[in-house]
């Protein structure tokens, strides 16, 4: 099992920053992948950005890679995601996600979530 826990949301501004973290505990060590993904109120969750162990990213499109950055402290098992120049449509619940491809279908875990609200 692998536990997750988010930090850094919060309401900020059209065109400020927030810096979101999440720590990883338990199994930690079956994990690939890590990343966060996103649920606006009323519409699907969607992947915002994922980064693999060995640092490989990608995100969701141009318009988040160009203002969102995932990073990844595999010592500290944290994954952070950098966002500046937020919109009001990146309003939404920000979930952390891991991946486990040791078993046989894989295993997703999820955070709590943390809301970030982008309004003036």
């Known amino acids: 099992q692998v536990q997750l826990v988010e930090s850094g949301g919060g309401l900020v501004q059209p065109g400020g920053s927030l810096r979101l973290s999440c720590a990883a505990s338990?199994?930690?060590?079956?994990?690939?992948?890590m990343g966060w993904y996103r649920q606006a109120p009323g519409k699907r969750r969607e992947l915002v950005a994922s980064?693999?162990?060995?640092?490989?990213?990608?995100y969701a499109d141009d318009t988040v890679e160009g203002r969102f950055t995932i990073s990844r402290d595999n010592a500290k098992n944290t994954v952070h995601l950098q966002m500046n120049n937020l919109e009001p449509e990146d309003t939404a619940v920000y979930y952390c996600?891991?991946?486990?491809?040791?078993?046989?279908?894989?295993?997703?875990?999820w955070g709590k979530g943390t809301l970030v609200t982008v309004s003036s």
């Open positions: 980064i693999t162990s060995g640092g490989i990213t990608r």
């Open positions: 996600h891991a991946f486990d491809g040791s078993t046989y279908f894989g295993t997703d875990y």
């Open positions: 338990g199994s930690i060590f079956s994990i690939d992948s």
